[in-house]
């Protein structure tokens, strides 16, 4: 006989072996001895969490000869359905079987009666996949199925699903299985395997599987493989290309004493195995928030994944300032691996961001704490030079080299360095999602024209001075998100930014966010001005136009060109 993958040796024959999703192994139950069959059901959820499974247990108990909702797994129709060769349980695939045609074929079919057991049993897979043509074919026979029909929809996104076709069926959400039940699956299953694996490895496994009982014993049929009869941590480490604890461990240490040359290495190991950095950095935020939770508490029930060791481990070596810090900018990276191209790139930025503001976190921590007199003096200078009239646009002018570099300042009353002092202001939390500002590149344009080249240069100079409100609780967020940016147009009434992100820059732009933002800008431009941002496609563009009408000899004039408040 050939081989059986371990997911599906294991399948739960009766409702008794189901892993997880209690309510609904009681709802159907109940429903089974008081008789109240419904005519179609919408099982969704996750993958790997049951759904196929439940309507295949549902479908033996309806067709059991023992019959009041038995599932004796010996009669003819219930060893028929585990073997899949039952002719009255119809399994259909909607990813291959989702047109009209194949629905109108099932429609035609619906009207004849059971063969072999009680009832007649669709259930239909990944129904999201059917085209509407098909769901709307599928409306009526739906709703008003013959009385020996039952449809199952199993689904992982019924968000795509018609309202229509929602509204025919009885629901029922299934949820990820917690960890402390695939680890017993996974311990029931080693033990009928003889198998033996150490309580790390399996921890590792319940990990990566996140919730799935189907991907938790796919994941350990091909650790078997490649260790055998003796599971060790290690295996699963080397099999899956993960990160080892101790490995993570030393990273964060590496970041911690600045050791640049470290830590690059580290990194490019990281690519070299082929790690995914996107898990990595969850790793790492797991097994932060952990080691602060036991620095807070000292209860090692309340640390959700991590080993107590490691937790104690980092929380002796790191303060809490500096693991919220850690915290919030490997956050900060996780989000943009949503909408970067280049993952690795940015990783790494995030890497040389930590190991520069944790200097900037040592320095603040020494600083004594006294009441500023004078925050900084607004920019007196002259706008004389725009930022593109009249010179080729470089590249460089759009690179973060202007960020990193030292800037001599060529305006006698800028002070150095540039000390910001923490606002007593509640700002409001920072928001994600609003009403944007939109400025169009006519408007645009016409700010570069009048922009003064030098007052950039001195505020690019002083912008990486947010870097000391960044830990601070109300201003942080803010400081953060302008530390994401640089100015690229500056005039009396406006400031116009320059972002790498998408995302950077549409929270700059929410309606809401730009009290927070501009009484921040203040306190390094000396006046309240208008803020904007582009992101680098929208840079890009306004470069092309602006070339465009300067080589037609179409660009306003100076002197035409009102420095009105753009909103």
Not at 161 to 174: A, M
Not at 341 to 348: A, G, K, M, S, Y
Not at 452 to 462: A, I, Q
Not at 508 to 513: A, M, Q, R, W, Y
Request: aromatic fraction near 6%; charged fraction near 30%.
């Amino acid at each position: 006989m050939s081989y059986l993958a371990l997911y599906r040796k294991y399948r739960s024959k009766n409702f008794d072996e189901l892993v997880g999703q209690e309510s609904i192994k009681q709802t159907l139950e109940n429903s089974l001895k008081l008789q109240k069959i419904s005519h179609a059901y919408l099982f969704s959820g996750p993958r790997g969490t049951g759904k196929t499974s439940v309507a295949r247990l549902f479908a033996k108990a309806l067709n059991c000869e023992k019959g009041n909702g038995e599932i004796c797994n010996e009669c003819a129709n219930c060893q028929a359905i585990n073997e899949g060769s039952h002719p009255d349980v119809i399994e259909i695939d909607a990813a291959s079987n989702s047109g009209v045609d194949e629905v109108r074929e099932l429609i035609e079919k619906v009207k004849y009666a059971p063969i072999q057991g009680k009832y007649k049993i669709y259930i239909i897979d990944e129904v999201h996949m059917m085209t509407n043509s098909a769901f709307n074919a599928l409306l009526k026979t739906l709703e008003e199925p013959p009385s020996y029909v039952v449809f199952i929809l199993c689904t992982t996104e019924p968000y795509k699903l018609l309202p229509t076709i929602l509204s025919r069926c009885q629901r029922y959400e299934f949820k990820k299985i917690t960890d402390s039940e695939l680890k017993r699956l996974i311990t029931h299953v080693l033990k009928e395997e003889g198998v033996s694996a150490t309580n790390d490895a399996i921890n590792l496994i319940v990990e990566l599987a996140n919730g799935g009982a189907r991907d938790s014993l796919s994941l350990l049929d091909q650790v078997i493989s490649y260790a055998g009869s003796n599971i060790e941590e290690e295996d699963v480490i080397k099999m899956f290309g993960l990160v080892s604890s101790q490995d993570k461990i030393r990273l964060l240490e590496d970041i911690k004493e600045k050791n640049t040359l470290r830590v690059l290495k580290s990194y490019d190991s990281f690519i070299t195995k082929n790690i995914d950095l996107s898990r990595l950095v969850n790793e790492l935020l797991t097994l932060l928030k952990d080691s602060l939770v036991y620095l807070k508490t000292r209860d090692k029930n309340l640390i959700t994944a991590s080993k107590e060791e490691d937790a104690k481990e980092i929380m002796l070596k790191f303060n809490e300032g500096e693991l919220l810090f850690y915290i919030e900018q490997l956050l900060k990276c996780q989000n943009e691996f949503k909408t970067t191209n280049d993952p690795n790139f940015l990783f790494e930025i995030y890497l040389l961001k930590l190991l520069k503001m944790d200097e900037t976190i040592k320095e603040q921590q020494t600083v004594v704490k006294e009441p500023v007199k004078s925050v900084i003096a607004p920019i007196q200078v002259k706008q004389e030079t725009p930022v593109i009239n009249n010179n080729p646009v470089k590249p460089q002018d759009f690179s973060k080299k202007e960020e990193i570099k030292e800037v001599k300042s060529t305006i006698d009353s800028t002070p150095a360095p540039v000390k910001l002092k923490p606002s007593n202001t509640e700002f409001a939390i920072l928001e994600n999602e609003g009403d944007t500002r939109q400025v169009t590149l006519d408007e645009l344009i016409k700010l570069t024209i009048i922009s003064n080249r030098d007052e950039r240069k001195v505020l690019s100079e002083r912008w990486l001075a947010l870097e000391q409100l960044v830990n601070d609780s109300n201003e942080g967020p803010y400081a953060s998100l302008l530390l994401d940016s640089r100015p690229y147009i500056v005039t009396n009434s406006n400031l116009i930014l320059i972002c790498d992100y998408k995302n950077t820059a549409k929270k700059i732009n929410i309606v809401s966010n730009q009290e927070g933002l501009n009484k921040i800008v203040k306190k390094l431009l000396g006046r309240k001005v208008c803020l904007y941002a582009l992101n680098r496609d929208e840079s890009t563009e306004l470069i092309k136009k602006y070339r465009n009408l300067q080589e037609l000899n179409h660009l306003p004039k100076k002197g035409e060109i009102e420095d009105n408040k753009l909103f």
